[in-house]
C-alpha cells in the first residue's frame, strides 16, 4: 500500500472530476470521524496490488499493522488502475460519486432493469435529466426515488436528447450494481487474492 | 383722447381688478351678431391700444396695494374732472349706436371680450391637447366647428352671395380686422372648409390644399387647430384601401369620365394627405408642436393603417415610444398596442414593420429606453399552431411530388397518340390557375401562408430584440465590472428593458425555437447568477437585483416547462440560485410576489426532488419564515408543507433526533450557509422553526406551522393546497385590516386553546398570563396617546414654521416693490407731463 504518484494522482482525479465536476473537492476535504482522535481526519487516496482506495487517515494509520501481502481491502475501492496504465472506477465508488455527483440522469421504473443487466440507458427510458450536460461527462443514474444504480458516459448532450427517437442511446453503461450479484464470484476471488 | 383714457384708468375703483372681472363678462350672441353686422363701426376697437390699456391697469393694482388711501383722495380731488372727463369719452365714441351701460364698463367690454375670448379658445386647444381622448376630441372639433360656422353664417353669407368676389372681399375685410378677429375668422374658414370636405369630399376635395396652408399659418394656435381639424377630415374622408397612383401608361390610356374624376380625386388626396405628413414630421421636433402632432400621428396610424406612407407615420410613433415625456410615451405605446391586437385592418404588415422598427429603435439605443417601449411586445398574439401548418405543407408538397411522379409516370405511359387530349388538359388546367390567382387578388381573405410568413418575421424580430436585451445586461455588467464600478448602476436603473424582456419571454416562451433554447437558458443562468457568483470576489459587480435574478429562474422553468413535455430536465443551477436568494431576499427591497411565483413554479409545479435538495430547501424555507413578514413566511410555509408532502422521507425532519440517521448522507453536519442545496446536510438537523412559527403573532402562520410539524403522526390529514403565490396575496390583503382584527384573533387562538389541550399546554406556558390584558391595554393606549401628541406637536410647529417663513417671504417682496412703484411713480409723472 503506498500514496498514489503524481501520474496516478492526475489519472484519478481526472476520473473522478468528470462526474463531480467542482465537488471534487468535497471528497477531498471530507471530514472523517473514525477513530478516537478528537480532531476529525481526513480521507485520502491509497494504492493496493493496483487498487484505488479511499480511505480515512486513522485507518491507514492503523492498517501499517498488516503485512502487505496479506492486506486484502482497506476503506472503500475507488477503482483500479488497467495493465495499460488506464484507470477505470468501479462500482464500489457509486455512493461517494452519488453524493457529490453534478450531472444525473434518473431512469423509468421500467427501464431500471435493463440498466441494472448492464444495458445503456435509451431515450426512452429516461425520466429525468440535469440540463447542461455535454456528451463525454460522467453521469450518475438514479431511480426516480433517487436511489443510484450506477454511472455512466453521456452518449448525447442534454440538447440533442430532446430530438433524440427513443430508442437512441443516451448513456453509455459503465458499471451498476446488478455487478454486486452478476459479479460475485469476481469479487469473492478479489476479496480471497 | 389718450390722456383722458389714462385718467380714467387712474380713478379706476381698486377692488375692480380686471382679470376678475374679465371672467364674469359673458357676451350674448346678439352682441357679437351685432358687431359682425357692423364692422365698420367696430372699427374703433381695432384702433384701440389694448397693450397700454392693461400695462395702465396693471400699474393701477400694483398702486392699490400701496397707496389706497392717496388713490381715494385723488378721487375725491378729481370728481370734477372726472365728470369733464366723461363728457369726453362720449365725445371720443360718436357711434351712439353702441350701447352704454356703464360708463367705464362700456369700452373695456369690448376689448376685453375679444382678449377673453381668444384667451378662451387657446385654453380649449391646450386643453384637447392635454388630454381629451380620440371621440371627445373629435366631438369637440365638431362641436366648435359648428359654432363657428352658425356664428359666421351672416357673415359667411354676405359675402358668399358673389363667391367670385370672395378674395377681393376677404381681403378688404382682413384690413379691418384685428389680430382676434383674423384668427376668429381663420377659424371660421377652416371649419367651412372642413365641413364641406366631410358633406361631400368628392367635390370639395381641392380645399384640402387651402386647409394645408393653414398649417403654414405664423399663428401658432391657428397651426394647431389646422392641424387637428385635418386629422379629422383624413380621419372620414381617406378610403379603405391603399391608393395606387395611376402609371403612365395607364394615364395615356383613354378613360372614362368617372374615372378620371376619381383619379383626379385620389391624386389631390394623396397629395394632400403627403403634405400634411410632410408638415406634421417637419413640425413634430418644435417643443411647442410636439404634443399635437404626436397626437395627429397616433390618432391617423390608429385609424388609417392601411393607407399610403403609413411607413413614415410608423417610424415617427416608434421614435416617440420611448420618450421620457409621460403624455407622449402613453399615446404612442397604446397606438402601437392597438395597432397589434387589431390585425384585421391592414392585414399584419403593420405589426412585422412596427416590431422591426422597435427592434432597431432597441438597437441604436442601446437598450436604454423605458420599459414601455418594450413592454408593448407583449400585446402581440400568435397563431398557437405557428410551427404545426407547416409540417402538413410539407407533407403536402411531398405528396404533390409523389402525384407529380406518378402523373409523370402515367404520361409516360400514355401512348404518344394522346397528344391532342393532353394540350386541351393543360390549357384547362392553365385557365384554373388563372381564375385562381384572380380570384386570390380580389377576395380579401387573408393568404394564410402570407399570414405565416408574416408572423414568423414578427416573431423573430421580437425574439431579436429580447436576446439583444439580454445580451446586453450580460455585456453591460461585464464592461461595468470592468470600469471598477465608476457608473453607479443602482439595481433596475441600468438595465430598465431587463424586466419586460423577461416578462415577454416568459409569455411567448412556448414559441421560442429549439436551437435557441440552449443560448437561452445559457444567458439566463449566468445571468441568475450574477449576483452571488461575485459576491466573494467583489461587491460592486452585484448589478441585478435580487427580483431580476428571481425573473431569470422563473423564465428559465417556464421555458423548460413549455418546451419539454417529452423531456423532464432538472434545472440543477437554477435551483443552486434560488437557494442563495432566498438569502438575500429583503422584504421592502424585492417583490414578494415575484419570490412567492418562483417558489410555486420551481418547488411546487415540480414533481420530483433530491431527497437532499428537497430537505435542504425545506430548511432554508423555514429559517426564512422566521424572519419575515408574514406575507412572506405564509408563501414559504406553504412551499414548505407541499414539499414536505411530496417527499415522505423528509419528513425525518420533523423527528426530534439530530443527526437524521442513515439518511443524512456523507453530510453529516448541517451547513447552514452552504450554498449548494445537494451539499448542504440539511438532512441532520431537524426543523425547530416550526415549534417557533407556532407561536406566530398571526394566527394563520401559526394554525398551519402547528399542523405542519403534526403532519407526521396525524396521518390522514386533508391536504389543502393553495399556491404560494395565492396564499403571499390573500395575507397581503389582510395585513391592512389585520391590526384592527387582532383583537378577535387573540379570542380565536383563545378558543382553540381551549378546544386543543395538548397545544394549549404549550402556549399557556409562553403567553402571557390573562390578567395582564387590561393592563397591557392601558399601557398601549397612553403610548399611543404620547405618540399622537407628538405627531401633532409635530404638525403644529411645521404649520408654524411655514407661515412665519410666508410672513417673511412677504415682506422681503414688499421692500423689493417699493423701490419699483417708486420708480413707476416717476415714469408716470413723466409720461403725464409728456402728455401734457
Known amino acids: 500500500m503506498r500514496p498514489l504518484d503524481e501520474k496516478e494522482t492526475t489519472a484519478v482525479f481526472e476520473k473522478i472530476f468528470k462526474f463531480t465536476g467542482n465537488n471534487l473537492k468535497n471528497i477531498v476535504e471530507n471530514p472523517s470521524h473514525e477513530g478516537p482522535d478528537k480532531e476529525p481526519g481526513r480521507y485520502c487516496f491509497r494504492l493496493h496490488k493496483n487498487k484505488v482506495y479511499y480511505v480515512s487517515d486513522s485507518l491507514v494509520k492503523r492498517a501499517t499493522n498488516v503485512a502487505r501481502t496479506k492486506l486484502a481491502s482497506i476503506g472503500t475501492c475507488v477503482g483500479r488502475f488497467t495493465h495499460g496504465g488506464n484507470f477505470h472506477l468501479t462500482i464500489e465508488c457509486l455512493n461517494l460519486l452519488a453524493a457529490n455527483a453534478k450531472h444525473k440522469v434518473w431512469l423509468k421504473p421500467t427501464s431500471e432493469m435493463s440498466f441494472l443487466y448492464a444495458n445503456h440507458v435509451l431515450k426512452g427510458g429516461l425520466g429525468r435529466i440535469t440540463e447542461s450536460i455535454a456528451p463525454g461527462d460522467g453521469v450518475v443514474v438514479f431511480s426516480m426515488s433517487d436511489l443510484p444504480l450506477g454511472f455512466g458516459v453521456a452518449a448525447k448532450s442534454t440538447q440533442d436528447c430532446r430530438k433524440l427517437d427513443p430508442n437512441a442511446i443516451v448513456v453509455l453503461h459503465q458499471a451498476d450494481i446488478g455487478e454486486y450479484l452478476r459479479m460475485e464470484n469476481q469479487h469473492e476471488q478479489i476479496i480471497e487474492e | ?836
Not at chain 2, 359666421?152 to 379691418?176: M, S
Not at chain 2, 426543523?687 to 401559526?702: D, G, Q, V
Request: aromatic share 6%; charged share 30%.
Open chain 2, 1 to 836: 383722447m389718450g390722456k383722458g383714457k389714462q385718467r380714467k384708468q387712474i380713478i379706476l375703483p381698486p377692488e375692480l381688478p380686471p382679470e376678475i372681472a374679465d371672467d364674469d363678462i359673458e357676451v350674448s350672441d346678439e352682441d357679437l351678431q351685432f358687431v359682425d353686422e357692423n364692422k365698420d363701426y367696430a372699427g374703433f376697437v381695432s384702433r384701440l391700444d389694448t397693450h397700454s390699456i392693461n400695462k395702465q391697469v396693471t400699474r393701477v393694482e400694483g398702486v392699490n396695494e400701496d397707496a389706497l388711501e392717496a388713490l381715494y383722495e385723488k378721487r375725491r380731488r378729481k370728481t370734477l374732472e372726472q365728470k369733464e372727463n366723461e363728457k369726453s369719452v362720449v365725445q371720443v365714441d360718436p357711434v351712439d349706436a353702441l350701447p352704454v351701460k356703464s360708463l367705464d364698463g362700456e369700452v373695456y367690454y369690448r376689448t376685453f371680450s375679444q382678449t377673453a375670448e381668444v384667451t378662451e379658445n387657446e385654453g380649449d386647444v391646450d386643453k384637447s391637447v392635454v388630454k381629451l381622448t380620440k371621440a371627445e376630441r373629435r366631438a369637440k372639433l365638431k362641436k366648435t366647428k359648428k359654432e363657428a360656422k352658425k356664428m359666421g353664417k351672416e357673415l359667411a353669407k354676405t359675402e358668399e352671395v358673389q363667391p367670385t368676389q370672395q378674395e377681393a372681399a376677404l381681403a378688404e375685410v382682413k384690413e379691418d380686422l384685428t389680430a382676434e378677429e383674423a384668427f376668429e375668422a381663420k377659424k371660421r374658414k377652416l371649419a367651412e372648409l372642413g365641413m364641406a370636405l366631410l358633406a361631400d369630399p368628392e367635390a370639395n376635395i381641392k380645399s384640402l390644399k387651402e386647409m394645408l396652408q393653414f398649417a403654414k399659418d405664423g399663428d401658432h394656435s391657428i397651426v394647431k387647430l389646422g392641424l387637428l381639424s385635418l386629422l379629422a377630415v383624413f380621419k372620414d374622408i381617406i378610403p379603405g384601401y391603399r391608393i395606387r397612383l395611376p402609371t403612365e401608361k395607364e394615364l395615356e390610356m383613354k378613360v372614362s369620365k368617372e374615372v378620371k374624376k376619381m383619379r383626379f380625386y385620389e391624386s389631390t388626396l394623396l397629395s394632400a394627405y403627403k403634405g400634411y405628413l410632410q408638415k406634421l414630421l417637419a413640425l413634430e421636433k418644435q417643443p411647442r408642436f410636439h404634443h399635437v402632432v404626436v397626437r395627429c400621428i397616433c390618432t391617423l396610424l390608429d385609424a388609417v393603417p392601411h393607407f399610403n406612407f403609413r411607413e413614415s407615420l410608423l417610424v415617427a410613433v416608434v421614435r416617440n415610444i420611448g420618450s421620457s415625456d409621460d403624455v407622449v410615451r402613453r399615446i404612442c405605446c397604446s397606438t402601437i398596442k392597438s395597432l397589434f391586437t387589431s390585425e384585421g385592418k391592414h392585414g399584419g404588415e403593420a405589426t412585422v414593420e412596427a416590431v422591426r422598427l422597435i427592434a432597431d429603435h432597441v438597437k441604436v439605443h442601446d437598450c436604454q429606453l423605458h420599459p414601455d417601449s418594450v413592454e408593448v411586445l407583449m400585446s402581440l398574439s400568435f397563431d398557437d399552431d405557428l410551427g404545426k401548418p407547416e409540417v402538413q405543407e410539407g407533407n403536402n408538397k411531398m405528396k404533390n411530388k409523389k402525384n407529380k411522379k406518378r402523373k409523370n409516370f402515367e404520361e409516360s405511359n400514355q401512348p404518344l397518340g394522346n397528344d391532342r387530349k393532353r394540350s386541351k388538359q393543360e390549357t384547362i388546367a392553365k385557365m384554373k390557375e388563372e381564375v385562381a390567382a384572380d380570384y386570390k387578388a380580389v377576395s380579401y381573405t387573408p393568404d394564410v401562408e402570407e399570414w405565416k410568413r408574416m408572423q414568423s418575421e414578427t416573431l423573430s424580430a421580437v425574439f431579436e430584440t429580447y436576446f439583444r436585451i439580454l445580451r446586453h445586461t450580460m455585456r453591460s455588467s461585464v464592461a461595468s465590472s470592468e470600469a471598477n464600478g465608476n457608473i453607479t448602476s443602482g439595481g433596475s436603473g441600468a438595465h430598465p428593458l431587463l424586466a419586460p424582456c423577461l416578462s415577454g419571454l416568459g409569455k411567448f416562451s412556448h414559441l421560442i425555437d429549439m436551437d435557441y433554447i440552449g443560448d437561452l437558458m445559457n444567458y439566463l443562468k449566468r445571468l441568475a447568477a450574477r449576483g452571488s457568483s461575485s459576491d466573494s470576489s467583489a461587491q460592486k459587480v452585484q448589478n441585478l437585483t435580487v427580483s431580476e435574478r428571481l425573473r431569470c429562474c422563473i423564465v428559465a422553468f417556464k421555458v423548460m416547462r413549455s418546451n419539454l413535455d417529452a423531456l423532464n430536465v432538472d434545472l440543477q443551477d437554477f435551483f443552486v440560485q434560488l437557494y442563495n436568494l432566498v438569502l438575500e431576499y429583503r422584504p421592502g427591497r424585492d417583490e414578494g410576489e415575484v419570490l412567492a411565483e418562483a417558489l410555486k413554479i420551481m418547488l411546487c409545479d415540480d414533481r420530483q426532488h433530491d431527497m437532499q435538495k428537497a430537505a435542504a430547501f425545506i430548511k432554508r424555507l423555514a429559517t426564512f419564515a422566521l424572519c419575515f413578514g408574514s406575507a412572506e413566511s405564509m408563501a414559504a410555509l406553504v412551499t414548505l408543507k407541499q414539499l414536505l408532502q411530496r417527499n415522505v422521507k423528509c419528513r425525518n425532519l420533523l423527528e426530534n433526533d439530530a443527526g437524521g440517521g442513515s439518511v443524512s448522507g456523507s453530510i453529516a453536519k448541517y451547513q447552514p450557509y452552504g450554498s449548494d442545496p445537494s451539499l448542504s446536510g440539511a438532512l441532520a438537523s431537524v426543523l425547530w422553526e416550526l415549534n417557533l412559527l407556532s407561536k406566530h403573532y398571526h394566527p394563520a402562520i401559526s394554525t398551519l406551522a402547528s399542523g405542519i410539524s403534526s403532519m407526521n403522526s396525524a396521518q390522514n390529514q386533508v391536504y389543502i393546497s393553495i399556491s404560494p403565490q395565492q396564499a403571499f396575496k390573500n395575507l397581503l390583503l389582510e395585513a391592512e385590516s389585520f391590526e384592527y382584527n387582532q383583537q378577535g384573533g387573540t379570542q380565536k387562538s383563545n378558543k382553540r386553546k381551549g378546544r386543543s389541550t395538548a397545544l394549549a399546554s404549550t402556549l399557556a406556558s409562553v403567553e402571557p398570563p390573562p390578567v395582564d390584558e387590561n393592563e397591557v391595554s392601558k399601557k398601549l393606549r397612553r403610548h399611543f396617546i404620547l405618540l399622537r401628541d407628538i405627531k401633532e406637536n409635530e404638525r403644529l410647529r411645521g404649520e408654524l414654521d411655514r407661515t412665519t417663513s410666508a410672513l417673511q417671504l412677504y415682506e422681503e417682496y414688499k421692500k423689493q416693490r417699493q423701490p419699483a412703484t417708486l420708480k413707476n411713480k416717476k415714469s408716470k409723472k413723466a409720461r403725464t407731463t409728456v402728455g401734457m
